[in-house]
């Protein structure tokens, strides 16, 4: 266990990691069918927290079998969505009203401050059912004036109707558990689905909080079951022919396995894969704003977010005033355990994506990258990296063209004359951006002109539950939040009456 439990934390969060942690299935608190474990890490000490079961093939055909009577012959079916409503309303205050500990889990798991974790990842959490509690109500369909051509003056009433798509299973990554979570399951109950979640084999506590929760919600046995395991467990939802949707955020080459093995049964699939993000800046921005605006672009989270600003496209005639005071920024960032809320930048979530991370830096250097702020490791104890702004960087450069996932990022200027165009879409990816501009003109212009599913101006990361989140070309498949989950969650049928 580790030594972070003695620090004054919620009673409750040091009674839920006090013991081992089974899994949730069909309305119970199991363990995996084979007895297996595996251990869940703080990566601010590397020491253990506790254990979790390793589910397996069998633990999934268990978990299926459970949704699928849930969805088929349970009560969920049957519940009106004024009920759904009700319950998905008290799973978002169960979150509200556990707020400490769901913070206290998800920073001792992960990493992340715990000022963060509750006034970000907690509030946004509970905000996210709670809107969707309200989508329970509205999911409609529509009349249809049609005219068949093979059948003049026949008379016809047409409708479509929004009808749940069934058992959905729902992989989360490391980066933000909570949240993640949040996105998948809550449209998915608002829509009447039922769900296997799998959380990342990094970060499994605040899901298995979140089952608790949504079983005092009042929520049937067998609507959300909660596995616990590695990649294996994902591989075999994806492909199970007892489910009808995956939903899974995480890398782009994971995200490419799943749609393969999703092919069996053409099951629904929705991605929201990675991302190498633009930050633009143009000489007019201000920078009293965009300095510590696009560092922290790229540093938050330490920078483990998917749409991390990591490549600051700059204006020539302001590039070394920026990049330095981005770099000055970085350099006053604090680093150390998240459960420490006056520190900024926390550890990675693990040894290997510290490996990883650092990895990148001494490639990126020795092809001849500089490091205008950190460049390495910090400390020997903990996954802790220095925050890093990199110039003298060549597009072919691995740090300029790859996803790092961590506290890094590259800066390249642009002229006016070439414009930004192409450099901001020279990705595979094309999940987020932003601008930086005074000019309202230029801002609407160069966003048009960027190929990526939310483009934000003068600021970055700035989510809304109703706006729909996704992203273009190998940074996924769909939309999560806002209207556009809703369609991902169901399929339409469309009813012809003959009068």
Not at 146 to 160: C, D, E, I, K, L
Not at 333 to 345: A, E, F, S, V, W
Not at 405 to 420: D, I, K, L, Y
Not at 469 to 476: A, L
């Amino acid at each position: 266990m580790t030594t972070l439990l003695s620090t004054d934390l919620d009673p409750r969060t040091v009674d839920f990691v006090s013991r081992p942690r089974p899994m949730f299935v069909d309305g119970q608190w199991v363990d995996a069918l084979s007895g297996s474990r595996f251990e869940t890490v703080d990566p601010a000490t590397g020491q253990v927290i506790t254990t979790v079961p390793r589910s397996g093939v069998e633990d999934v055909d268990r978990a299926v079998d459970a949704a699928r009577r849930a969805f088929e012959a349970g009560p969920w079916p049957a519940l009106t969505p004024a009920e759904r409503q009700r319950m998905i309303w008290r799973i978002g205050e169960g979150i509200a009203a556990r707020a400490d500990q769901f913070a206290q889990l998800e920073t001792i798991d992960n990493g992340k401050s715990v000022a963060v974790a509750k006034a970000v990842d907690v509030t946004w959490a509970a905000e996210i059912f709670a809107y969707y509690a309200g989508w329970a109500t509205k999911i409609e369909g529509r009349t249809i004036p049609v005219s068949v051509p093979w059948a003049p003056g026949a008379r016809f009433h047409a409708f479509t109707l929004r009808e749940p798509v069934g058992v959905c299973a729902q992989i989360i990554p490391w980066n933000f558990p909570l949240v993640m979570a949040a996105f998948k399951v809550a449209p998915a109950l608002a829509c009447g689905n039922t769900i296997i979640l799998k959380p990342a084999e990094q970060t499994p506590l605040t899901a298995l909080l979140l089952a608790e929760v949504i079983a005092e919600a009042g929520v049937p046995d067998g609507v959300v079951n909660v596995l616990t395991g590695f990649g294996d467990v994902g591989a075999a939802l994806s492909a199970h022919d007892g489910v009808d949707k995956v939903a899974f955020t995480g890398s782009t080459e994971v995200g490419k396995k799943i749609v393969n093995a999703a092919s069996g049964n053409l099951k629904k699939v929705s991605l929201e894969l990675g991302g190498k993000s633009p930050q633009v800046v143009f000489a007019d921005a201000d920078l009293d704003a965009a300095i510590p605006g696009v560092a922290s672009g790229f540093l938050f989270n330490h920078g483990q977010a998917c749409t991390a600003g990591t490549r600051l496209l700059v204006e020539d005639a302001i590039f070394d005033e920026f990049t330095q005071g981005v770099a000055d920024f970085a350099r006053s960032r604090k680093i150390g355990p998240g459960l420490d809320p006056t520190n900024d930048i926390g550890p990675l979530v693990s040894q290997e994506q510290l490996s990883k991370v650092t990895g990148y830096l001494d490639e990126g250097l020795g092809q001849g990258a500089r490091a205008l702020a950190g460049g390495g490791r910090h400390g020997d104890t903990g996954f802790y990296v220095q925050p890093t702004l990199l110039v003298d960087v060549d597009p072919d450069f691995s740090v300029y063209r790859e996803e790092i996932f961590g506290p890094v990022a590259v800066a390249v200027p642009f002229t006016r004359q070439e414009g930004v165009r192409v450099a901001a879409n020279d990705t595979p990816y094309g999940l987020a951006a932003s601008v930086w501009t005074r000019d309202v003109s230029r801002a609407h212009d160069v966003a048009s002109q960027i190929k990526a599913g939310t483009v934000w101006v003068n600021c970055h990361n700035a989510f809304d539950t109703a706006l729909p989140f996704g992203g273009y070309k190998q940074s996924g498949w769909g939309r999560e939040l806002g209207e556009g989950a809703i369609a991902e969650y169901t399929q339409t049928k469309s009813v012809n009456i003959a009068l």
